[in-house]
């Protein structure tokens, strides 16, 4: 339900031709995150927990941004490198490098990030649609944006995500 209220808000954001709304209601929320410079964020319903880098087993001829798999509490969970998905260039893990594990149709997956940032409101003003222009790698993966400040968060689509056409 969450997520068709805003769809319904990016599509009256690309009708009204980017008129900023003055309606401020939240909408659900985000958990945002880094990969370099930027903040991503992923709808919080699609969280299930995050964890510590651990030891990740490596599955042989599986796409190179899928990194492994790892056992949490019994279940096998797949690991995506989120810099590797995006075709950002790999960095060593630190001490802030963690897993977000994602739960989507009932499947668990888990997305390597640089660092885990905060829990965020979704306000239907500050909601933004896409640019069209899908030369950008990454742009296939966003849902919407969201505007705070001079700050851009850009809200991933969890099924593209995980798509492996993607």
Do not use: W
Request: net charge negative; with cysteine.
């Amino acid at each position: 339900m969450t997520n068709d209220v805003i769809k319904e808000a990016v599509a009256k954001q690309q009708s009204t031709d980017r008129k900023l709304s003055t309606d401020n209601s939240v909408l659900g929320k985000v958990m945002t995150f880094h990969i370099g410079d930027q903040i991503y964020g992923i709808e919080i319903q699609y969280v299930t927990e995050i964890i510590e880098m651990q030891h990740i087993t490596k599955v042989p001829h599986v796409p190179p941004y899928i990194k492994g798999i790892i056992n949490v509490r019994s279940k096998v969970v797949p690991i995506v490198d989120i810099r590797s998905r995006f075709g950002k260039e790999e960095i060593p893990y630190t001490n802030r490098t963690c897993i977000i594990i994602l739960c989507f149709n009932e499947l668990s997956v888990g997305i390597i990030v640089d660092s885990v940032a905060d829990v965020e409101d979704i306000h239907s003003h500050d909601i933004s649609a896409t640019p069209e222009n899908r030369s950008v790698n990454t742009n296939s993966f966003i849902q919407y944006m969201i505007r705070s400040g001079d700050d851009v968060k850009l809200i991933l689509d969890v099924a593209k995500l995980l798509d492996n056409e993607g």
